[in-house]
């Protein structure tokens, strides 16, 4: 029918928006290099390049029981680590969702109690014998912090907000993103706010090291993969999107505000490339990425997150999605029978679908979608009815979803490949005699480059057309998923704070 040839039609348009091309990327790469030394050169840059005090990477003999939180987006994680000194460990794990009240709390203290409150739970579940003994050796001691430094946990707290670090357990919180808004936090010491409420509970836990969970990334990833220069990049691809890279000290321009061990000659640095571009020099601007936009608290920034992160990638499809439907000239999901002047009423879609609402689809939608390869679509259309209550979808109405769906999870990837290529250029890994031909090792995080089918293959597709990497550089680039990056990592980085103490 004529609504159904216009559905294909209008696809083709909306697919077409989304397209990034060759040329598209190469320019992107080269902004995002200006912008990292823009970055390195002074504060309030676009990419905020903030050192970590981080000088050195892993090489998979550091030992020892560690316990990690990680407070990033949706989840609240705990953890403790065994490292055994083999490039293997042992880790054990605990995860609460984040209550949505509690992310735009009045005050920073009913959050850090909560997550306190978590870590006490963690350990009396999980280290009842150490807990049970510290508890014995307080009644028996006067001091009330006299016990013995031994007993205390090391913990690394990763914390993926934008900080201003200070040192290895001190950060500021500039902004909070993804979702989360407490003003009161912001300027405030993340370490001490959390210290604070873990004194109040008396629990056995120094909190030795402020990690970002890109750091811990580049840290797991070296760990267990000790290749000839260590990893040089960890990435999240999840809610939402940063990355951390070892970079030469001489490069780093502006001033420090802590002290470090500079023998290594590098330090790693945390770009928070989330807000990459926010003036729209080179990244995509479609009428659903304006419209995202200013529905968000956070307007005009974190532009690239937008485009590219797991938290944004169902909404720019569910706006995408409504336009379409919104259109009385295209068979999208329509009810053939009706005939009313309201576009709802006119659709096979129940009233209380996840489509008609704010964030309503996940971005494992794009993902069913984009791993049903079978010929009726019968497993998106299954999908579409039991949880966006879309019923009687025909293929027509399947393949389309799943292109535009395509389209978006395809950008993401390739604006992916501009920051992974432009960090991969900066450190000069490619040329570098030393290296000779071996890999250059990439840690990634997040369940969008985890279970986003195809999401790494995309990436390697982009990266082979930019110019300085090609594909010779591209069979170089060892892109590894670091599992459990945030808990390892970040048990890592406290065991080099201790070190330090
Ligand atoms: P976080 O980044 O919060 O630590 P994750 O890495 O699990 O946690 O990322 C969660 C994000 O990933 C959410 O925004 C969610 O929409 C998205 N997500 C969850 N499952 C999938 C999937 N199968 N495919 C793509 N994205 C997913």
Known sequence: SPLTMALETHTKTVVGQFDYSDEDVNKAVVEFLRQMSEGLEKDGASLSQIPTYVTAVPNGTEKGLYMAVDLGGTNFRVCSIQLNGDTTFRLTYTKVAIPRELMVAKTAEELFAFLAKQIEIFLR??????????????????????????????????????????????????RWTKGFDIPDAVGKDVCALLQTEIDKLHLPVKVAALVNDTVGT??????????????????IFGTGTNGAYVEKLSKLKKPLAGEYDNSTGEMVINTEWGSFDNQLNVLPNTPWDVQLDEATPNPGIQM??????????????????????????????????????????????????????????????????????????????????????????????????????????????????????????????LTDPELGGEPIDIGVDGSLVEHYPYFRDMIYEALRVIKGIGAEGAKRIRIGIAKDGSGVGAALIALVAAGME
């Not at 070296?222 to 960890?234: H, N, R």
């Not at 109405?397 to 992916?416: E, T, V």
């Open 218 to 235: 580049l840290m797991a990833r070296s760990y267990s993969s000790p290749g000839k220069s260590g990893a040089i990049l960890g990435a």
């Open 304 to 429: 690239y997150e937008k485009r590219v992160s797991g938290m944004y990638l169902g909404e720019i499809l569910r706006l995408a999605v409504i336009d379409l439907l919104k259109r009385p000239d295209v068979a999208f999901f329509k009810d053939e029978n009706s005939s009313s002047n309201d576009w709802k009423s006119t659709t096979n879609i129940a009233e209380h679908s996840p489509l008609y609402k704010q964030w309503g689809l996940d971005t494992s939608v794009l993902s069913v979608a984009a791993a049903d390869s079978t010929p009726e679509l019968s497993i998106l259309r299954q999908e579409l009815e039991s949880n966006l209550h879309i019923y009687a979808a025909s293929l027509e109405d399947a393949q389309a979803f799943k292109a535009i769906a395509a389209a978006i999870g395809r950008r993401a990837a390739r604006l992916a490949a501009v920051a992974i290529a432009a960090i991969v250029l900066q450190t000069g890994k």
């Open 125 to 174: 579940t999980h280290h009842g014998e150490h807990f049970e003994a510290h508890i014995r050796r307080r009644m028996t001691i006067s001091s009330p912090d006299g016990f013995k430094d031994e007993h205390v946990f090391r913990l690394g707290f990763t914390f993926s907000f934008p900080v201003q670090q200070l040192g290895i357990n001190k950060g500021t919180l500039i």
